[in-house]
């Protein structure tokens, strides 16, 4: 009996595990979703990869002006809100 016991406690933890292990991920995709629509407009969070998450949230809390942090943010995303794609684009 203390043997399913220890097994079904056990089994829980490691889901619990799992599901906290998920969570930083849907935190900074959140955290992105709030605060993107302040600098760029049209772009769905959720299409952009990690790592472009991970540089616009940084960018986001650095000591930057909003102008700044605006271009810095624009050229992470890329595409048509780069430079380079406002201008040949």
Same mark, same amino acid.
């Given at each position: 009996?203390?043997?399913?016991?220890?097994?079904?406690?056990?089994?829980?933890?490691?889901?619990?595990?799992?599901?906290?292990?998920?969570?930083?991920?849907?935190?900074?995709?959140?955290?992105?979703?709030?605060?993107?629509?302040?600098?760029?407009? =049209?772009?769905?969070?959720?299409?952009?990869?990690?790592?472009?998450?991970?540089?616009?949230?940084?960018?986001?809390? =650095?000591?930057?002006?909003?102008?700044?942090?605006?271009?810095?943010?624009?050229?992470?995303?890329?595409?048509?809100?780069?430079?380079?794609?406002?201008?040949?684009?």
């Amino acid at each position: 009996m203390s043997r399913r016991f220890l097994g079904l406690v056990m089994a829980l933890s490691l889901s619990a595990l799992a599901a906290r292990a998920a969570a930083p991920e849907d935190q900074l995709l959140a955290h992105v979703t709030r605060e993107l629509p302040n600098y760029v407009d =049209d772009v769905d969070p959720a299409t952009l990869r990690r790592s472009q998450l991970a540089a616009i949230y940084s960018i986001m809390h =650095d000591g930057h002006s909003e102008g700044e942090k605006r271009a810095l943010i624009r050229s992470v995303i890329g595409g048509r809100f780069s430079l380079r794609g406002l201008l040949f684009n």
